[in-house]
């Protein structure tokens, strides 16, 4: 058997992986990515041209996320001469308390306004309101494909090392460090080890005590404008009396506006997903009832994956030498340098922890077999 030696070992090549990595390279390590797919993949949650950029959150460990990954952002700076953060604004509104999320946001020097229905209707009139809206111009969508890449540069750079098509067979754990089982006669060794595999994370992990990952396929669904608009990102908490779920999206520059129901997809294996889009027709309705420029019968549906804890809240803490970030709940891609951040934190410092809504309970927090 063939065994490397390597600095610190990432398992997983999505967004959260390479952030986590890029982040470790800031601080002088040399981590190996290792990742099952090829480069630029479909399989997983990271994939597609954009990703919102939603900062409407009143909770106070999300807004700590948030102002980090945001200065993580404006770190990678320009991708073919544009940031990788498109700012032209995020309206939220619906059955939920915007005053509240306004007092969050304020309290971190986020800018935000109340806006009255007919006021936000005249602003964008592509769009249909009944209660106030919550409009903040310092969010919009993350450049995602675009993010991918730019990570991915920047750990070469830093002496790291990024290996596609490069699977996991077995993660286990011996006094001299963790040991990744790679197929055939390759193994490497690593002092520290961080998982961030997604779907997958589960049976990677499977004695590691982690909450229930449900992995959903979910299909929103890219509609074409019916005329020249401006498109802020979304959130309404639609009456759920009448509509699946919350409903969210974002205008795709060349595919239209997506618009998408927030968890309401079918549990899948990860390696057997179908690719079948569900819930369309009530897209559709949806779209013609709030959403009048738009046209509702051009949907272009896309498929992608959650893995969510049954409370929708991540999961970031470390046993022994392995780290792990994982159910990011169809929220997370934005957080990414943030969670990157805190994942390198709980690589290098045996005293950092997550915020408490991100740690796994105390009592299971033991080190022990992995798999």
């Not at 986020?110 to 009139?125: G, K």
Request: aromatic share 8%; hydrophobic share 40%.
């Amino acid at each position: 058997m063939r065994t490397e030696t390597v600095d610190v070992v990432v398992v997983g090549g999505g967004v959260m992986g390479l952030a986590t990595a890029w982040e470790l390279t800031r601080r002088g390590r040399r981590p190996v990515v290792v990742e099952r797919f090829a480069r630029g993949h479909r399989h997983g949650a990271s994939h597609g041209a954009t990703r919102n950029f939603n900062n409407a959150y009143a909770e106070e460990h999300y807004l700590d996320l948030l102002q980090r990954a945001r200065a993580g952002w404006e770190s990678l700076g320009q991708v073919d001469g544009e940031p990788l953060l498109r700012l032209h604004g995020l309206v939220t509104h619906g059955h939920l308390d915007v005053a509240e999320i306004r007092v969050g946001l304020d309290g971190r020097g986020i800018p935000s306004e109340i806006l009255a229905p007919a006021e936000a209707a005249r602003r964008w009139p592509g769009m249909r309101f009944d209660g106030d809206v919550l409009w903040s111009s310092d969010a919009g969508v993350v450049r995602a494909a675009a993010a991918l890449h730019a990570l991915e540069r920047r750990i070469v750079a830093g002496g790291g090392e990024v290996r596609w098509s490069t699977p996991v067979a077995h993660i286990g754990e011996d006094r001299d460090g963790v040991v990744l089982d790679l197929g055939g006669d390759s193994r490497l060794r690593a002092d520290a080890l961080v998982v961030t595999a997604g779907a997958w994370t589960g049976r990677l992990l499977g004695r590691f005590g982690l909450p229930r990952l449900a992995v959903t396929e979910e299909t929103p669904a890219h509609f074409q404008p019916r005329g020249p608009a401006s498109w802020p990102s979304f959130n309404h908490y639609a009456d759920p009396a009448s509509t699946p779920a919350t409903v969210y999206g974002m205008p795709t520059p060349g595919e239209g506006v997506k618009v998408g129901f927030h968890r309401v997809g079918d549990e899948v294996d990860p390696d057997a997903r179908p690719h079948l889009p569900t819930h369309q027709r009530a897209l559709a309705e949806y779209v013609r009832e709030w959403m009048p420029g738009l046209d509702p019968t051009s949907a272009v549906p896309i498929s992608c994956t959650y893995t969510s804890t049954d409370d929708g809240a991540f999961v970031l803490d470390r046993r022994g030498r392995i780290v792990v970030g994982a159910g990011f709940s169809g929220h997370g891609f934005k957080f990414a340098p943030g969670i990157g951040g805190v994942l390198a934190d709980l690589v290098l410092d045996p005293d950092a922890r997550a915020a408490p809504p991100f740690r796994l309970p105390e009592l299971l927090a033991e080190p022990g077999a992995t798999t």
